[in-house]
């Protein structure tokens, strides 16, 4: 059997740095290759090469063959992307290859319906009437499973939630039957329930027909859909081998490390419960005439890590703002050791704000952009002496190295460091105060998954040390698992299920919560 | 060497420019060591040559020399205009970003009406009540390019003021004033240094149009709008009466101006 797509030592540098060192594999019609590995792996810049799209300053090396059969359109016949005119290329794109990009959410024009935006390309690569057009864009909007289609098609990007979105690009890559469909980090900014929709619908194409390219950090969707798996870092393939094989019996450092990183493989093993730090009653937040949180009560004890899962819009980051005492409720009261917290005016807050701390998701953008990790965790240790109090140099390198980090961080700003590194300055700041709870929202999302690890393995040390509370928000399964000793499932800012992480995990009493855990991509199943 | 390599050449010219004047403001005795006043009746008139670069005026003054002991007026016309316009503008802007919001609401209408005047009529309304002169023409330059900078400064605090950083700080315990001071102060003051950059050289050319109108800076000071108004009597006899104040003004401005683009640029990125 011929590949369709069969690249052979593809090599590309952009000037002195090599992106991707003699990179070879091949797809065939009807299967799914998955490139896996971490930011900076080379794995997206593969993936733009053979679009055609490495870019100006990019050197490429190598071959990159497209052979297919003549179903319906011109014969591929064995052509060489690297060679290809930008003409050709352009042909190439959209009716032969389509793409699928990470970014759902920029990938459409704003200011055009999604209908106009998928007839584009059945509107430059064919010669339907318009009116033939719509019924097509109808029909694909159907096949990629969008409700109400007729609707959909005449809305804009912005009325559609971000899961739609994703099926609306997928509409448009495959709106012209392309035999490989290139899909970069498909479902990374998706909810799991909607990951799980996505790659029904992908796995759906690969059984017409399509090839699939999928690109990818995360192991669980990749074992959901990829036939064969190239395991990708700093621009080298360390492993590559059948799904099966490679996930079960890795034999890479690399991949067994990648594999390990996964959350979820573990359950949490927390400490004794202490006394309650923080006891929210019937905490109820509206915005305008939605309600965010409704009628939300919890207990956090000293020690313990409770978790909130639910998808978008379950209103957990809500009640991180509320927890925080950063939003005021419109019902009941949240107390901090036994105090009024909410209730009591910012005026009486602010003293005993050092005892609660916060981690976010995105970390670089809490820091001041003028200040250097010294300044920062400088100025939050002197938040935690009395006033006027001066952190020493030896307190702030103390500090760093209790995060992982190495001292000469401290004269750098956060923005030149990795994400795993801004987020271990972000909990050096939190824990500069000497705090009793920390709210982490979505605090390891963003970062890949060994580095995720390394971040949860940091807050679980630090928990035991010093005894912190963690209000632990997530829309992760598998992290929440590894962390929380209890659990709130969160849906339309109600609380559907709580209880302790492993009872809920083995038998989730309501829909919902089945339904979230069915739809994670489970690689330990 | 790496971050020099990588300044524009506009701007490397406008520093030099930039330089040029500011030593001609600061001393211009080493640029010019005559005296601006002295008048030579004999030698009036005369066109740009080697002993006179700029040719001299009606009274024999050499123009070179005029302008060089103009730029310390003009420029400080010019820099104190941009102080007042944005003294002002920061109490107005912190105020409207900052303040409750019947505050935010007064004192924006307030800037919309100023708005509806164009700035140089309102410089002249100014003057008209408190009189021509030096002083009024710069607080009345001032007072015009204000409402300007209210409105940027005033969005720029309600960007910084949501950041999540500002948020971050109180959540740490940090109290209102050190979270103005430390975080929201700094970061608007940044886009305010660009607008300064940019604004003196809107203020040299406002201040010298008031004086060429006669109501700034009058004969025979020499700054540069005044020396304009002078020389145009013979603009179609004598251009270099005109014509080197005019560039002067031009060179300022123009330099002042690219600078500012300059940093803006490099502020983005």
Request: neutral net charge; contains cysteine.
């Amino acid at each position: 059997m011929t590949a369709l797509l069969s690249v052979r030592n593809l090599s590309v540098t952009f000037g002195a740095v090599a992106a991707v060192h003699d990179v070879s594999f091949d797809i065939p019609a009807g299967a799914c290759v998955a490139i896996v590995g971490e930011s900076g792996s080379g794995k997206s810049v593969t993936a733009r090469t053979i679009l055609g799209l490495a870019g100006r300053d990019a050197t490429v090396s190598g071959s990159i063959n497209l052979d297919g059969p003549d179903l319906d359109g011109p014969d591929l016949d064995g052509t060489e992307v690297t060679d290809a005119s930008p003409r050709r290329l352009r042909a190439l794109r959209g009716r032969d290859i389509g793409f699928v990009s990470q970014g759902a959410l920029v990938a459409l024009d704003p200011l055009r319906t999604v209908g106009r935006e998928i007839a584009d390309s059945l509107r430059i690569h064919t010669n339907l009437s318009p009116h033939q057009r719509q019924q097509r864009v109808i029909e694909l909007l159907e096949s990629v499973g969008m409700p109400e289609p007729t609707l959909r098609a005449g809305q804009r990007p912005d009325e559609l939630s971000g899961g739609l979105r994703q099926r609306a690009v997928i509409a448009s890559a495959i709106a012209l039957n392309p035999r490989l469909l290139i899909a970069d980090e498909p479902t990374t900014a998706l909810d799991s329930t909607i990951t799980a929709g996505i790659l029904d619908l992908l796995a759906g194409l690969r059984e017409r027909g399509t090839a699939i390219l999928l690109i990818s950090h995360d192991l669980a969707v990749v074992s959901r859909l990829a036939s064969h798996v190239v395991v990708m870092r700093a621009g080298v393939v360390v492993e590559s081998g059948s799904t099966q094989q490679v996930l079960r019996e890795p034999q890479h450092p690399y991949t067994r490390d990648l594999i390990a990183a996964v959350p979820g493989g573990h359950a949490h093993v927390g400490s004794p419960a202490g006394d309650p730090v923080v006891t929210a009653v019937g905490v109820t937040k509206r915005f305008g005439s939605r309600v965010a949180v409704d009628d939300v009560s919890y207990e956090l004890r000293r020690g313990r890590t409770l978790g909130v899962v639910g998808e978008s819009g379950s209103g957990k980051t809500t009640l991180a703002r509320l927890t925080l005492a950063l939003e005021r409720p419109d019902a009941g009261a949240i107390e901090l050791f036994g105090q009024p917290w909410t209730a009591s005016p910012e005026r009486d807050r602010t003293a005993r704000r050092p005892r609660i701390g916060a981690i976010y998701q995105d970390a670089l953008s809490s820091f001041d952009p003028r200040l250097t990790v010294r300044q920062i965790l400088a100025d939050a240790l002197g938040s935690a002496a009395t006033v006027g109090g001066r952190a020493t140099e030896a307190e702030l390198v103390t500090l760093v190295e209790r995060v992982g980090l190495k001292a000469t961080v401290l004269a750098r700003h956060p923005r030149v460091l990795s994400g795993g590194q801004q987020q271990r300055v972000a909990i050096a700041r939190a824990i500069a105060p000497r705090p009793d709870i920390i709210v982490c929202d979505e605090p390891v999302s963003n970062l890949d998954v060994s580095v995720q690890a390394q971040v949860l393995a940091l807050l679980d040390g630090l928990q035991r040390e010093f005894g912190l509370s963690y209000l632990f928000i997530t829309h992760d399964l598998g992290v929440v698992r590894q962390v929380s000793d209890e659990l709130l499932v969160m849906k339309d800012g109600v609380v559907v299920e709580r209880g302790a992480t492993e009872a809920v995990f083995a038998a989730p009493q309501h829909p919902y919560t089945r339904a979230l855990l069915a739809a994670v991509p489970d690689l330990w199943a | 060497m790496k971050r020099l390599s990588t300044v524009a050449p506009s701007v490397v010219v406008s520093l030099a420019i930039l330089l040029f004047i500011g030593i001609a403001a600061v001393a211009p005795n080493l640029l010019a060591p005559g005296n601006p006043l002295a008048i030579h009746p004999m030698a009036s008139f005369l066109p740009p040559s080697l002993g006179h670069p700029f040719g001299t005026d009606e009274s024999g003054r050499d123009v070179y020399t005029r302008i060089i002991h103009g730029a310390g007026a003009s420029v400080l016309i010019g820099i104190t205009a941009t102080a007042i316009g944005l003294g002002l503008a920061i109490v107005f802007g912190l105020l409207a970003g900052l303040g409750p919001r019947w505050l935010d609401f007064g004192t924006t209408r307030l800037l919309e009406v100023l708005f509806a005047f164009p700035g140089l009529l309102f410089a002249l309304l100014f003057i008209v009540i408190y009189g021509p002169g030096v002083l009024t023409s710069t607080i009345a330059v001032g007072l015009a390019t204000a409402p300007g900078y209210s409105r940027i400064i005033r969005s720029r605090v309600l960007v910084v003021k949501r950041a999540p950083y500002i948020e971050a700080s109180l959540v740490l315990g940090r109290s209102r004033f050190f979270r103005v001071t430390r975080h929201l102060v700094p970061n608007v003051a940044g886009s305010l240094f660009v607008l300064a950059t940019l604004g003196i050289g809107q203020s040299i050319v406002w201040a010298s149009s008031l004086s060429y109108l006669g109501l700034g800076a009058v004969p025979p000071a020499a700054e540069w709008g005044a020396m304009l108004s002078a020389g145009r009597t013979y603009i179609s006899s004598f251009w270099w009466l005109t014509f080197f104040p005019g560039l002067f003004i031009v060179l300022t401005a123009a330099a002042t101006t690219l600078l500012g683009r300059g940093l803006q640029e490099r502020v983005r990125s």
